[in-house]
């Protein structure tokens, strides 16, 4: 079954400190990849994505991916984490098939906590 | 920039009432995607248009009906209301017609719809 994976439900993380949010998925072939970040009763905003090409993606806020295909995975990082980094991530993949018109499906989240 | 739009952002229901949410997709995206986040939970596809037309469906309940207008915007249509329909509603929308998973999805701000 297709599925995505993020292991981690919770992160803290001191201000300052680099962060790393993994994802993992398990599809037929290659889908098309994003990161989504929610703050405390917000919509989802868009960080980054990832298509095809170069295997490492910038985004915004000073966010950026790297897509593996050898591990499935595309995991998010941030050299240095601002409190207003404080939110839930969202690794997202779409389409699941052919005819699913670019329906994306979640991660069950990671809830990123910033410590002083 | 222009952000897709929802309306109401907060509305609060009686059981068995129903509800009509709505969305207004960026200007000149022509698909427009509806998701369902319970509490603590990643957003859920409900169901998407393109042009108008139906292009895919998830798992939206019986009760629930939506439809896209030749303006583009969306209604969700939500009637005989459940506890269990309490949750954050999303829209989202995309521009490159929904036809391949390369169409980058924008969210609007959601609607929190409580029943009671």
């Known amino acids: 079954a297709q599925s995505v994976t993020q292991p981690d439900i919770h992160i803290t993380v001191s201000e300052g400190a680099s962060l790393e949010l993994r994802c993992n998925y398990s599809?037929?072939?290659?889908?098309?990849l994003f990161w989504y970040v929610q703050s405390p009763g917000q919509g989802l905003q868009l960080l980054l994505k990832y298509f095809s090409g170069d295997t490492l993606v910038q985004g915004i806020k000073g966010f950026e991916a790297e897509f593996k295909r050898s591990q499935s995975s595309f995991n998010l990082r941030k050299p240095s984490v601002h409190w207003s980094d404080a939110a839930e991530y969202f690794c997202?993949?779409?389409?699941?098939?052919?005819?699913?018109?670019?329906?994306?499906?979640f991660g069950a989240g990671t809830q990123v906590v910033v410590t002083p | 920039a222009a952000g897709v739009i929802q309306s109401p952002r907060h509305l609060i229901k009686e059981k068995r009432e129903t509800a009509t949410l709505k969305c207004y997709p960026i200007p000149r995206h022509d698909t427009v995607y509806w998701y369902q986040q319970g509490p603590g939970q990643d957003p859920q596809f409900l169901i998407s248009f393109y042009e108008k037309m139906q292009s895919d469906k998830g798992s939206i309940p019986d009760r629930f009906s939506a439809q896209q207008f030749s303006d583009y915007h969306s209604e969700l249509n939500m009637s005989s209301l459940e506890l269990g329909d309490s949750a954050l509603y999303f829209c989202?929308?995309?521009?490159?017609?929904?036809?391949?998973?390369?169409?980058?999805?924008?969210f609007g701000p959601g609607t929190r719809l409580t029943v009671l």
């Open positions: 599809y037929g072939a290659t889908p098309y």
């Open positions: 989202a929308s995309s521009s490159v017609g929904g036809i391949s998973g390369a169409d980058t999805q924008y």
């Open positions: 997202a993949v779409g389409p699941l098939t052919t005819d699913s018109w670019g329906k994306l499906q």
